[in-house]
């Protein structure tokens, strides 16, 4: 298809396990977002790249957190020694250009038991 | 801090009829507005957007009103389909592209 590609779907990882979880954007998509949507919430920002650049990180919520985009296009957002409160929806979405609506992937369930 | 406040976790409405959602913003900043509509074990969809230099946008059955004064916007939909039961999220963003998103309100449509 067409769409943003995550995967994996669903995660289960044990407290202290480091997880990987990855973005196909969209072809030609310069710009990629990852959101974390809690239960009952709103999407909530991560961090922002334009190609590779990684211009915007403020919403990472420690240091435990990592994403990359070494090639401008598949993602990667990495969260180490993980923790029952990263247990949420992990979204990614990709747009064209500044001001493009943002395409969203399906998300990664991620529960942290 | 909610900036962008989605005050009506849910709301029913009967199918042909006017379904009106509504959001609330805090940041003069945001000059931009969207809303997306959300299925269970989806991602969000892009609706429909307007530019804080209008008041209205209309888009088929959707149409989205801006009110600067009161920092308000509201989305509505009419006629009301059963294909429109969904969570919707409306949110913001200023120059720098981030989207801070409301917390959404789920509409399901009465057959």
């Known amino acids: ?113 | 801090d909610q900036q962008v406040k989605q005050n009506s976790p849910s709301l029913s409405v009967q199918e042909g009829r006017i379904s009106i959602l509504n959001c609330d913003y805090t940041n003069s900043m945001f000059d931009y507005f969207l809303w997306y509509k959300k299925y269970p074990a989806e991602g969000p969809t892009f609706l429909i957007s307007i530019s804080s230099i209008k008041d209205k946008n209309e888009d088929g059955r959707f149409t989205v009103f801006l009110n600067k004064s009161a920092k308000h916007l509201s989305l509505h939909i009419v006629p009301s389909q059963p294909g429109d039961s969904a969570v919707y999220f409306c949110a913001a963003n200023f120059g720098n592209e981030k989207l801070t998103f409301g917390t959404g309100t789920r509409l399901t449509i009465i057959p």
Do not use: M
């Open chain 1, 1 to 113: 298809g067409a769409g943003v590609s995550q995967s994996p779907r669903y995660k289960v990882a044990k407290r202290g396990q480091d997880v990987a979880l990855r973005c196909d954007p969209i072809s030609g998509h310069v710009s990629l977002f990852w959101y974390q949507q809690a239960l009952g919430q709103g999407p909530e920002f991560l961090t922002y790249f334009q190609n590779e650049a990684q211009l915007d990180k403020s919403g990472l919520p420690s240091d435990r957190f990592f994403a990359e985009r070494p090639e401008g296009s598949v993602s990667t957002l990495k969260i180490q020694r993980t923790q029952q409160e990263d247990s949420a929806v992990y979204l990614c979405a990709s747009s064209l250009s500044a001001y493009s609506p943002l395409h969203f992937g399906n998300g990664t369930r991620l529960t942290v038991t």
